[in-house]
């Protein structure tokens, strides 16, 4: 298994890859009020640092894979594509317990000890999604990319594979 080194590093790079491609979202959603040629150079590169990203720790984890272009993702980049909405997921969830908790402390403000032991069940189960998505990114970079062979190919939107 990983060492605390990699771990660190895939904890880290995982934050990145998902707060840029965040960025990305949020700009698209705003792009409608201004000109879109205002925003797309922005979006563009905030979408190639997220893919040089995902290479970098691709490359330092030597998790590497076939590069052919064809109709539908390689192995390698279906990997990342899962890797990135995992990511995207693990931000929300943090965000989403954040919430929980700031309505909670409201609850116990107010002395409302019932909705507070409610909501505190539902943030303790929020941490184990959490987890389970943390053990799903680091089981997908250790221990599934080293199969990546066996792996089927899935179509993905264009903007989700790794440097081209």
């Known amino acids: 298994m990983a060492g605390v080194w990699e771990e ?3 904890e880290e790079a995982i934050y990145l890859i998902a707060h840029l491609a965040q960025s990305e979202q949020h700009l698209m959603e705003i792009e409608g009020e201004t000109k879109l040629e205002d925003l797309m150079p922005i979006i563009d590169e905030l979408r190639n640092k997220r893919k040089m990203v995902g290479d970098v720790l691709f490359s330092v984890l030597r998790i590497e894979g076939e590069k052919e272009k064809e109709e539908f993702r390689t192995k390698l980049e279906s990997l990342w594509c899962s890797l990135k909405h995992l990511a995207m997921a693990l931000v929300h969830c943090d965000e989403t317990v954040e919430k929980l908790i700031r ?4 609850h116990l403000q107010s ?3 019932e909705k507070a032991k409610e909501l505190s069940e539902k ?3 929020l941490y184990e999604v959490r987890q ?3 053990n799903f990114i680091k089981m997908l970079l ?6 990546l062979n066996s792996a089927p190919q899935v179509r993905c939107r264009e903007d989700l594979c790794t440097l081209e």
Request: glycine content about 4%; overall charge positive; proline content about 0%.
């Open 8 to 10: 660190a590093l895939v």
């Open 103 to 106: 309505r909670l402390e409201c």
């Open 111 to 113: 002395g409302d000890m």
């Open 123 to 125: 943030v303790k189960e």
């Open 132 to 134: 389970s998505i943390r």
């Open 142 to 147: 250790f221990d599934i990319s080293k199969k």
